[in-house]
């Protein structure tokens, strides 16, 4: 379409929004989430290749090199499930989850965070935090979210200090926390992660926080309601 005389440059019906970094985040957060999409589809393609290959060689026999082709792709396939997570999920319709099923992919994709890697994560959970009404990958992403909200705080030099992600629940609410190890400054305004956080939550009556703590940490606290609770609300009880 060629641009028009009272526009000079401008394509007729292109919106007039401001140009602003939030909109290009946006605008690249929602191409990028299609192209990754089309990337895992090439990874599955080729994984499912390499498999294929992987059979062939060791037809009739086992080797040293077959064994170790069979340990790479399973490698591939583990990565291949994570990359799978990463596209935003927020929109995906609500469905029961176990928290720990959540904690244990949220560690592990925590642990790739090429500005945070170098702040260990420890996690300590109760086996019996029952289950919450929210997509997997929305939780998982949540919690993700809410480590880097707590690691972001720990100054350089001191990473090895590292966070605690805790959870546990009881009828009603199940409850998160991602806190530093030692005591750090409190930085103005917020992580990014927080609002965030609070959108993803929004459909298990969830809320997200950051705050000091008495002895000076910082604390990122996720609070979604149960399973159970989400159903009796429904049902007016």
């Known amino acids: 379409m060629t641009a028009t005389n009272d526009s000079p440059g401008i394509e007729a019906g292109t ?16 191409a990028a989430g299609n192209v990754l999409r089309g990337l895992n589809h090439a ?4 994984l499912s290749a390499l498999g294929a290959v992987a059979a062939g060689l060791g037809m009739g026999h086992e080797s040293p090199v077959t064994e170790q082709v069979d340990v790479e792709v399973t490698r591939l396939e583990q990565l291949l ?7 935003l999920a927020g929109t995906l319709p609500p ?3 176990q928290v ?6 949220a560690a592990v ?7 945070l890697r170098d702040v260990p994560c420890q996690v300590e959970g109760d086996p019996l935090t029952p289950p919450v009404l929210l997509n997997l990958t929305v939780l998982t992403q949540a919690v993700v979210l809410l480590i880097c909200a707590a690691a972001r705080h720990v100054p350089e030099g001191q990473e090895s200090t590292g966070v605690r992600l805790r959870y546990s629940g009881d009828n009603d609410f199940v409850e998160l926390i991602a806190e530093t190890n030692a005591a750090v400054p409190l930085a103005p ?6 609002a ?41 009880g």
């Open 100 to 105: 720990s099923d959540a904690i244990d992919d």
């Open 15 to 30: 919106p007039s929004e401001t140009p602003s970094a939030t909109l290009a985040a946006e605008a690249w957060m929602s």
């Open 81 to 87: 499930r994570l990359y799978r997570m990463l596209p």
């Open 43 to 46: 990874f599955s393609n080729r």
């Open 196 to 236: 965030a956080l609070r959108w993803m939550a929004q459909p298990a009556a969830g809320e997200a926080s950051v705050a000091a703590t008495p002895r000076g940490t910082v604390r990122a606290t996720l609070r979604v309601g149960t399973l159970a609770y989400l159903r009796r609300r429904e049902r007016g």
């Open 95 to 97: 469905e029961p989850a």
């Open 189 to 194: 305004g917020g992580p990014p992660d927080l």
């Open 109 to 115: 994709l925590y642990a790739h965070h090429f500005a």
